[in-house]
């Protein structure tokens, strides 16, 4: 268990560099689509949205990351924490964010649901990956 210690902070900047890969590269295949259909002024919209994603993508990660210094019979408990942390954060700042009148809320609306899905894809991958190196240390 002591070597998952170490295994915490790689994993999350690893992570870190996923998620916002991923997000860059979704933002730019939207950007022709999101201009043609919103106009130029969706375009601030979907950065929104996507960052509202992200950031509820990243702080629904920090219960899984931390399972890694935890026994493997704490794993699921992470992983449904996650997706409960993740979930309350998204809802938390679409409400705030749509609230605010700063943005279009079609837009933004929309390239929250976009991005969410796609995330919940990586956060997926990544707590398979997890689940699998703590399952590895106490086997060994």
């Given at each position: 268990?002591?070597?998952?210690?170490?295994?915490?902070?790689?994993?999350?900047?690893?992570?870190?560099?996923?998620?916002?890969?991923?997000?860059?590269?979704?933002?730019?295949?939207?950007?022709v689509p999101?201009?043609?259909?919103?106009?130029?002024?969706?375009?601030?919209?979907?950065?929104?949205?996507?960052?509202?994603?992200?950031?509820?993508s990243l702080f629904g990660a920090v219960p899984t990351l931390l399972a890694l210094r935890k026994?493997?019979?704490f794993l699921p408990q992470s992983i449904l924490l996650s997706t409960a942390l993740r979930f309350l954060v998204v809802l938390l700042l679409t409400l705030a964010t749509a609230l605010s009148g700063w943005f279009d809320a079609a837009p933004l609306l929309v390239w929250i649901a976009i991005s969410y899905v796609v995330?919940?894809?990586?956060?997926?991958?990544?707590?398979?990956?997890?689940?699998?190196i703590i399952r590895d240390s106490e086997n060994s």
């Amino acid at each position: 268990m002591t070597g998952n210690h170490s295994r915490v902070r790689p994993e999350a900047l690893s992570l870190l560099m996923v998620t916002v890969g991923t997000v860059a590269a979704l933002a730019a295949i939207g950007y022709v689509p999101t201009t043609r259909l919103g106009g130029p002024e969706a375009v601030p919209a979907m950065l929104a949205g996507c960052a509202v994603s992200t950031l509820a993508s990243l702080f629904g990660a920090v219960p899984t990351l931390l399972a890694l210094r935890k026994p493997a019979k704490f794993l699921p408990q992470s992983i449904l924490l996650s997706t409960a942390l993740r979930f309350l954060v998204v809802l938390l700042l679409t409400l705030a964010t749509a609230l605010s009148g700063w943005f279009d809320a079609a837009p933004l609306l929309v390239w929250i649901a976009i991005s969410y899905v796609v995330l919940l894809l990586v956060d997926s991958v990544y707590a398979l990956r997890l689940s699998s190196i703590i399952r590895d240390s106490e086997n060994s």
